[in-house]
């Protein structure tokens, strides 16, 4: 997700990624620690994590109970999602409300496009 965000807002600066490694859950834990050391030293921080209940998830959910003024958390992460809310302005709260709604937005399914008449062209939008 990281690179992709980067591909498409490659001048970003706003988005750091800890990721869970074979090293353990203790190498993640320090790594994130710090990161959010540094990252909370620069203002409010908004996370995103995969999936509910994940050792990135659980291990920040740790660090959100200690800090719920500088710190949201959000789990279900997606790429729409993380698109908006790297670009979005506001406080903590309006950036968090972003990635929720961009997160419900991003997921959908796709049905099979009604049947028209031979001549008529496909518009897959």
Do not use: C
């Not at 965000?5 to 990721?19: D, Q």
């Amino acid at each position: 997700m990281y690179d992709a965000y980067h591909m498409l807002v490659p001048t970003a600066t706003n988005v750091s990624a800890v990721s869970l490694t074979d090293a353990g859950i203790s190498d993640f834990r320090l790594r994130l620690d710090a990161a959010f050391d540094e990252l909370l030293a620069q203002g409010d921080l908004l996370v995103l994590a995969d999936l509910r209940g994940g050792t990135p998830f659980n291990e920040s959910y740790a660090r959100f109970l200690k800090d719920p003024t500088h710190l949201r958390l959000v789990s279900g992460l997606n790429l729409p999602m993380l698109i908006e809310a790297g670009l979005a302005d506001g406080d903590l709260d309006a950036v968090y409300q972003t990635a929720l709604d961009a997160g419900r937005f991003g997921v959908s399914g796709t049905d099979l496009p009604e049947e028209k008449g031979s001549d008529e062209d496909t518009d897959l939008f």
